[in-house]
């Protein structure tokens, strides 16, 4: 079988604070629906076994879209 795909890049916790400058308990209160800071948009972990990654391309996505709610709030009339 020949399958083409490009490769699905997963980060760990630690890689994932690096990126978007948040501590774990921001980025654990973000996917709680409890949580004052709950964001439904904020990317979920993809569990394996015990561990949580998540997709760097939603990370991203999710990056995009608070730069581009920022960027629709600056508009000049």
Not at 7 to 22: C, S
Not at 45 to 51: T, Y
């Amino acid at each position: 079988m020949n399958t083409s795909y490009d490769a699905v890049q997963m980060l760990k916790l630690p890689q994932l604070i690096k990126l978007i400058g948040l501590s774990r308990s921001s980025v654990y209160d973000r996917l709680n629906p409890r949580s004052k800071r709950y964001d439904p948009d904020f990317p979920k972990p993809v569990k394996l076994n015990r561990a949580s990654r998540w997709l760097l391309s939603e990370v991203e996505e999710w990056i995009e879209s608070k730069i581009s709610t920022r960027n629709q709030g600056n508009t000049e009339s």
